[in-house]
């Protein structure tokens, strides 16, 4: 796995439960918006090399809370990248459609490329990229998960005790 596809750790306030909740929101377009597996950090008990970047939902100026300034401090010095929130303006859309609010990517003919046009997007349970079958972001024990429909089911199979939802 690239560092593009390896799964990422999201960080930000997590005092009230509102902030849970903005938290988990945008872990969920981290992971739908990169196409990788995407933790939001409730607690601070991660190994850091279990992941290819980490992303902050403010700014780290901003990052008050013990866990998030910790993580943060522990991905900076096992030589994580830590990616700051872009600014509203860098936003763009994809050639395919798709809004691009957490990390714009301009290829080199100037066009922005999303992860999956890139090539970068994967199933979180079997590593292929969705060319063939599209993919469903998936919320399970504090994260966020780009999976094929397939996959999901057998994902379903294999943790019984999971918190993901009921097939529809």
Same mark, same amino acid.
Do not use: K
């Given at each position: 796995?690239?560092?593009?596809?390896?799964?990422?750790?999201?960080? %930000?306030?997590? #005092? /009230?439960?509102?902030?849970?909740?903005?938290? &988990?929101?945008?872990? *969920?377009?981290?992971?739908d918006? $990169? %196409?990788?597996? #995407? /933790?939001?950090?409730?607690?601070?008990?991660? &190994?850091?090399?279990? *992941?290819?970047?980490?992303?902050? $939902?403010?700014?780290?100026?901003?990052?008050?809370?013990t866990?998030?300034?910790?993580?943060v401090?522990?991905?900076?010095a096992?030589?994580?990248?830590?990616?700051?929130?872009?600014?509203?303006?860098?936003?763009?859309?994809?050639?395919?459609g798709?809004?691009?609010?957490?990390?714009?990517v301009?290829?080199d003919?100037?066009?922005?490329?999303?992860?999956?046009?890139?090539?970068?997007?994967?199933?979180?349970?079997?590593?292929?990229?969705?060319?063939?079958?599209?993919?469903?972001?998936?919320?399970?024990?504090?994260?966020?998960?780009?999976?094929?429909?397939?996959c999901?089911?057998?994902?379903?199979?294999?943790?019984?005790?999971?918190?993901?939802?009921?097939?529809?």
């Amino acid at each position: 796995m690239t560092h593009a596809t390896r799964p990422v750790l999201v960080v %930000g306030p997590i #005092a /009230t439960p509102d902030d849970i909740d903005n938290l &988990r929101g945008y872990a *969920f377009d981290v992971a739908d918006q $990169l %196409g990788v597996p #995407a /933790t939001y950090a409730t607690h601070n008990d991660y &190994r850091m090399t279990d *992941f290819g970047a980490v992303y902050v $939902l403010c700014a780290s100026m901003e990052l008050h809370d013990t866990v998030g300034l910790l993580l943060v401090a522990e991905a900076l010095a096992a030589g994580i990248p830590v990616y700051e929130p872009q600014a509203p303006q860098e936003a763009a859309r994809c050639l395919c459609g798709q809004v691009q609010a957490v990390r714009t990517v301009v290829g080199d003919d100037g066009e922005v490329w999303c992860a999956e046009c890139r090539g970068e997007s994967v199933c979180g349970w079997c590593g292929e990229w969705p060319d063939m079958e599209d993919v469903e972001i998936v919320e399970g024990n504090d994260m966020w998960v780009p999976l094929h429909a397939g996959c999901l089911d057998g994902m379903r199979r294999a943790m019984s005790t999971s918190v993901l939802p009921a097939a529809a």
